[in-house]
């Protein structure tokens, strides 16, 4: 047995008994056999004279020194992934620490590794310490210079954080590069990547003047894949000085793509790490879904600059700190960027489907978890999305220019250090001038909070009440939940649609059809006067709290929100509720073997929808899109995967018939004329296009597509200049007709099997293939040439699409879809540990499902607890699940 990594809590928390000042790097590069030779200068932090203790893992120490003098092995021990020094001066001192690595044998892809035959780094979280020793939390702040030395040849390139002060040759047809980040930061922002790579240089000239050089660094056959990545940089850096008056603090600014990153993205001070997904585009190889991706997540890392950087985290508990700060701040950006309302759906979809689900299974957990075995099983949507919603709360709240304020304070007072959420949250008091410890609540609570809203209307009065009850189940953490305190933005709607001015006593130039209500109690009441007739509530406007709502309303209300609302988001929402009731209802029906329909009332819905060509066809498409399969089983008391994916499918297919008309005059006037541009407008007009195609070649269950709907797909997968339209037609034809599929799938593969991020489309599209047999057909995509278990890309495209997106198979009643996981986790799990412990994720919803299926799924987690070497992340989620 291995000793099992002990649990960390955040009320344990002690300040760092020494500080480095500073940090010198060697790193003699090597495949197997990497030397790194560290310098570090200490200072004790505290009065009492403590041991200096640094981590260090999966490293050899071939030798330290304190103060210039060689340590013999009994002035230290290195036990445990410590390396403790018992005796240490009382005034500052040095300390100097050899360590050999082996980069080669490194899959796990966490510290120095090898991806595509080039060194790289991933340091966040607790990664460094598998380079060299070091105090490896981010309360410890170090100016760092760090000497790269490589082979010219294959590592003609050498980078690390901060600026190049001196470069040249050495012996044996080595070079070596010196870099000096002259901001002080944590270890987990430091990076080094060397290799046969070429530069696209661009420069970005800040608002005050300076100009900063910009270098995406890429393998020579991504070199004309850049332009959208650099593209996208300069907007987000334009954004950050328009909209939170942030400049870039450093001369130069760059991006390394690899194939081969556990996560997208990594915001290394000056030296970015990307996933390749996240930078390479072309028109005919990224999707606009892509170049969104690209566009958010290059701004993403770039605004750690100041969220994440320039202010860190005190601890890993505070991760929210800057994970959801960064997300808003994404968010807001794209939201500029494209579609604002589109944007919001989009957000809320993940959050409803996905961080809703997190919220009620065994990982709950608040958005400053209490407690962690293992940190890298916590870079959750909790953390990233749901904190996002909470900044967006204090937006709300705040409004526009107050937060703004709150950040300025927030930026002011702890430039330069490592804080907490509640140093966050008190800059936003200061700016608000008003208590904000009940909204703190947001931050220790988990569990998705409920409101049940009742409206009370007194024609004799004119009188509208409002009653909002709020509770929230519980959660290891919280049994007991005290109330939240949250915006709920609400409009009135008179039976004409028309909208009631509940917002009068604001001042002149707001929006007097809003009302912003503020819910702290477990139940409170609002009252409305002045109101002639019984209103239509749209509540919660552009979901403006992280809840769930129980809202008892009737259809022709629902028809009312659907044509009328001025709050787009709850348009689209209105439309969603009255999908989601037929679903629910059919679902009944086919679980008690009763035929399923749709009604006419929902396809007149939709129908309105289509043919509105006022709104942005990107609405239209979120708008005419059924409400996810996820986001339906969060409904049921016990989730019927197989009756989800039956009635969705049906109502698809039902619709594709009963609109065919329409949706093909639709799909024809949005066939464009221009060659591919990424741009909204364009990408809208594709979204909805291919919005109707997949209406049209939806199959109902078991049934066949007529030749010439088939043949539309076919022609526009061979006609299209662009991935965008070429993927979404095979799409299409893959789903509906499984011979057509293969034909055209043979063809992708031929055309793009050089290109490993299109193959990874391939991969996932078959993974997701909703026509029986797609578990045979994964399980031999995984000895095929193009599969490596040891590239997360490929696990993620392979693996999880089939595992967490294709629900019906996955849980297919013979129970093969969780053997196929078990299976794949306890390979993967040796190699890559932070991959195995996250493919987990369907499993350990096991609760949700019917005995049958909760009884093999908990097999597959106990088989994988019962594994010789399961890893710590990999155990913490499995034992979490299993918990009683
Ligand atoms: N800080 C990164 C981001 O959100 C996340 C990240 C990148 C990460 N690589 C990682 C987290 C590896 C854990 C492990 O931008
Ligand atoms: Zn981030």
């Not at 020494?18 to 003699?28: F, G, M, S």
């Not at 702040?141 to 050498?158: A, R, Y």
């Not at 741009?679 to 209406?695: G, H, I, P, S």
């Not at 509906?736 to 991020?757: E, I, N, R, S």
Request: charged share 20%; proline share 5%; aromatic share 10%.
């Amino acid at each position: 047995m291995i000793a099992q990594k002990k649990e960390t809590f955040l009320k344990d928390y002690q300040p760092p008994a020494y500080l480095v000042d500073r940090v010198d790097l060697r790193i003699e590069l090597d495949a197997q056999s990497t030397l790194v030779q560290s310098r570090l200068l200490c200072r004790p932090n505290q009065q009492t004279k403590k041991p200096l203790v640094l981590n260090g893992k999966r490293l050899e120490v071939v030798q330290v020194a304190l103060n210039g003098s060689v340590l013999t092995r009994n002035r230290f021990t290195f036990t445990d992934g410590l390396l403790t020094i018992a005796h240490v001066p009382a005034e500052p001192f040095e300390v100097a620490v050899t360590t050999r690595i082996n980069p080669a044998e490194n899959t796990a892809l966490e510290g120095l590794y090898l991806s595509s035959g080039n060194y790289c780094t991933q340091c966040e979280p607790e990664g460094f310490r598998t380079i060299t020793c070091f105090p490896d939390r981010p309360d410890v702040m170090s100016v760092f210079t760090t000497t790269v030395i490589g082979d010219k040849t294959s590592c003609p390139v050498l980078l690390a954080n901060g600026n190049l002060m001196a470069s040249g040759d050495l012996d044996d047809g080595r070079h070596y590069a010196t870099w000096h980040d002259p901001f002080p930061k944590p270890s987990y922002l430091f990076a080094l990547v060397a290799g046969d790579l070429v530069r696209i240089s661009d420069t970005f000239t800040t608002r005050s003047g300076r100009t900063v050089a910009l270098h995406i660094y890429v393998e020579a056959r991504n070199r004309d894949k850049c332009g959208h990545a650099m593209r996208s940089l300069k907007k987000a850096m334009r954004w950050d000085e328009e909209h939170f008056g942030r400049e870039y603090d450093l001369d130069l600014y760059m991006i390394v793509a690899v194939d081969d990153f556990n996560m997208g993205a990594m915001e290394n001070k000056g030296l970015n790490v990307f996933n390749s997904k996240y930078v390479l585009a072309l028109p005919e190889t990224a999707t606009d879904a892509d170049y969104e991706g690209i566009e958010a997540v290059i701004a993403h890392e770039y605004f750690h600059n100041w969220t994440g950087n320039r202010i860190t985290c005190r601890d890993w508990f505070q991760l929210s700190l800057k994970e959801g700060l960064t997300v808003f701040r994404d968010q807001e950006f794209t939201a500029d960027m494209s579609s604002r309302p589109v944007k919001r759906i989009e957000d809320v979809n993940i959050i409803r489907s996905l961080q809703f689900r997190e919220d009620s299974g065994p990982m709950a957990h608040p958005v400053r978890p209490p407690s962690f075995v293992e940190i890298n099983n916590f870079y959750t949507l909790t953390v990233y999305n749901k904190g996002a919603e909470v900044i967006r709360m204090l937006f709300t709240l705040l409004g526009a220019e107050t937060f703004r304020q709150g950040m300025d304070i927030y930026f002011d007072r702890h430039d330069g250090q490592a804080v907490t959420c509640d140093d966050f949250v008190a800059a936003m008091e200061t700016a608000w001038g008003k208590d904000l410890s009940q909204f703190k609540r947001w931050y220790s609570q988990a569990g998705t909070p409920e409101l049940t809203v009742t409206g009370h209307y007194s024609a004799a009065d004119q009188q509208f009440i409002l009653e909002i009850e709020q509770s929230c189940p519980p959660t290891r953490e919280s049994v007991v939940k005290e109330p939240f305190f949250m915006p709920i933005a609400i409009g009135l709607l008179d039976e004409n649609g028309n909208a009631l001015p509940v917002n009068t006593d604001a001042g002149t130039g707001t929006d007097t059809d809003t009302k912003m209500l503020i819910l702290s109690e477990q139940r409170q009441q609002y009252f409305f006067p002045n109101i002639t007739s019984k209103p239509t509530v749209s509540f919660l406007r552009n979901f403006s709290a992280p809840v769930k709502v129980h809202h008892a309303q009737s259809e022709e209300e629902l028809h009312r929100l659907m044509t009328h609302d001025t709050d787009p988001f709850n348009r689209w929402e209105a439309g969603q509720t009255l999908s989601l009731r037929h679903i629910l209802e059919q679902i009944a029906n086919f679980q008690h073997q009763q035929p399923i329909s749709i009604r006419h009332r929902l396809v007149r819905g939709l129908r309105d929808f289509l043919l509105d060509t006022d709104l942005d066809p990107a609405f239209t498409a979120m708008a005419v899109t059924l409400p996810t399969e996820n986001w339906i089983g969060q409904q049921m008391t016990i989730i019927d995967p197989v009756a989800i994916f039956s009635v969705r499918q049906q109502f698809r297919a039902q619709i594709g018939l009963q609109l065919r008309d329409e949706l093909l005059q639709r799909y024809h006037d949005l066939t464009g004329d221009i060659p591919y541009q990424y741009n909204a407008v364009e990408a809208a007009r594709r979204t909805l296009r291919n919005t109707c195609l997949a209406y049209l070649l939806a199959p109902e269950i078991g049934g066949r597509l007529t030749p010439e709907l088939l043949q539309l797909g076919t022609e526009q997968y061979q006609r299209s200049d662009n991935m965008t339209d070429s993927i979404a037609a095979l799409g299409c034809v893959v789903n509906a007709d499984a011979a057509a599929g293969a034909a055209l799938l043979a063809d992708f593969y031929t055309k793009w099997q050089h290109d490993p991020l299109v193959v990874d489309k391939w991969l996932a599209l078959q993974a997701g293939c909703s026509l029986p047999g797609t578990l045979e057909h994964v399980k031999n995509l995984t000895g095929h040439a193009s599969f490596s278990i040891k590239n997360p890309n490929k696990v993620r495209a392979l693996i999880a699409t089939f595992c967490a997106t294709n629900h019906n198979q996955f849980h297919a009643a013979d129970g093969h879809g969780y053997c196929f996981l078990g299976d794949q986790v306890i390979r993967l799990d040796p190699l890559n540990p932070q991959i195995a412990a996250r493919m987990l994720t369907p499993l350990t919803q096991w609760r949700r499902y019917d005995p049958t299926r909760q009884q093999m799924m908990c097999e597959q987690l106990e088989r994988i607890r019962r594994q010789p070497l399961v890893s710590d992340d990999v155990q913490e989620v499995v034992d979490r699940s299993l918990q009683k």
